[in-house]
């Protein structure tokens, strides 16, 4: 049976393993938020430091998010969402074919590369017995560039992959504050603040709301 089939069938759970506070998890939130997919998820929380979670079982890597469809499992965040898309009709979070794909993905993983930096920023203090400044200050030089480009040229303000993920990511230095980035990028916060306003899903996936 193809994966559309499976998903409108009523009688096969769809879970979505992840935290509130993932931002990759957010993205997928928001996505399905997005496309109209949400009200057939229901997100189950999973927890990456206990051995005991099923989550293990389900992603080797223990990673989430991760997305059970009956006995299909699929991680991590861009394989579902090229499924969302697929589900959703397509050209709808990217576009389907063609160079335009490809740019529009590589500015998305741009995005998606400063909540990498951030996200290792957090594990390093929690992991860690002592910080490596060098390795931090590492990190925070791929942040510091991918967030210079975005002020240089921010996306459009709307729900695709490229906005989604670029504001999840900033939602996410906001949160945990690796480094500081609003004075220094004031084109970047007007673009954040837009988009938090005309696309409603970020709110409604905040850590609080959720
Ligand atoms: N590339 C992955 C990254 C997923 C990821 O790193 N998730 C974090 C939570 S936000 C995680 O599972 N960390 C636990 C670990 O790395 O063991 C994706 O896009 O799904």
Redesign the pocket.
């Known amino acids: 049976m193809g994966i559309r089939n499976i998903w409108l069938d009523p009688a096969v759970p769809v879970i979505l393993r992840s935290s509130v506070t ?3 998890g957010r993205k997928l939130r928001m996505a399905a938020i997005e496309l109209g997919l949400a009200d057939r998820i229901t997100r189950e929380h999973a927890d ?1 430091l206990d051995a005991q979670d099923t989550l293990r079982l389900q992603n080797p890597l ?4 991760c997305l059970l469809i009956g006995d299909h499992v699929f ?4 394989v579902i969402l090229d499924l969302f898309d697929d589900l959703a009709g397509r050209d709808r979070l990217f576009p389907a074919k063609g160079m335009a794909r490809y740019h529009v993905l590589t500015r998305a993983k741009l995005a998606d590369g400063i909540t990498d930096a951030a ?1 290792l920023m957090v594990y390093e203090g929690r992991f860690r017995d002592s910080l490596s400044p060098r390795w931090l200050d590492h990190q925070t030089g791929k942040i510091h560039r991918a967030l210079a480009d975005f002020e240089a040229q921010p996306p459009a303000v709307r729900a695709d992959i490229v906005g989604i993920t670029l504001a999840c990511a900033l939602g996410y230095l906001d949160w945990r504050a690796p480094v500081a980035w609003r004075e220094d990028h004031p084109t970047l916060v007007t673009w954040f603040e837009h988009f938090a306003q005309v696309v409603p899903s970020f709110s409604q996936t905040e850590r609080t709301n959720a």
Do not use: Q
């Open positions: 993932s931002p990759f990456t223990g990673k989430l998010p991680y991590d965040s861009w996200l």
